[in-house]
Nanobody, 125 residues
Framework: QVRLVESGGGLVQAGGSLRLSCAASGRTFRSHAMAWFRQAPGKEREFVASINWRAGDTDYADSVKGRFTISRDNGKKTSDLQMNSLKPEDTAVYYC??????????????????WGKGTLVTVSS
């Protein structure tokens, strides 16, 4: 397992940008797919983006395609989520998650091994 700590959340106006970062500890980071999920007030948690453990293939929810970019740095044990053109509906607590050799299907079902505590993103209109 890896331990995860998110940072970078905050308040931003619609149309603005934020960059979230997830710092991991543990020796098996390279073997983990990384993903970001979010949960808005009164709503269920939803998948946002993922990057696999092997070749860096990425996947995005339709609602964020073209606006968000996920990345990872195995040397630094980090995964970032660059969020551009933010909308009020992007307001949520964003969670970083890691899944050991996780498949895309497992990721989208939220079947991850480790979760961070979350960071709040608020987009004002």
């Amino acid at each position: 397992q890896v331990r995860l700590v998110e940072s970078g959340g905050g308040l931003v106006q619609a149309g603005g940008s934020l960059r979230l970062s997830c710092a991991a500890s543990g020796r098996t980071f390279r073997s983990h797919a990384m993903a970001w999920f979010r949960q808005a007030p009164g709503k269920e948690r939803e998948f946002v983006a993922s990057i696999n453990w092997r070749a860096g293939d990425t996947d995005y929810a339709d609602s964020v395609k073209g606006r968000f970019t996920i990345s990872r740095d195995n040397g630094k044990k980090t995964s970032d989520l660059q969020m551009n053109s933010l909308k009020p509906e992007d307001t949520a607590v964003y969670y970083c998650a890691a899944g050991l050799f996780a498949s895309l299907a497992a990721i989208q079902r939220g079947e991850m091994d480790s979760w961070g505590k979350g960071t709040l993103v608020t987009v004002s209109s």
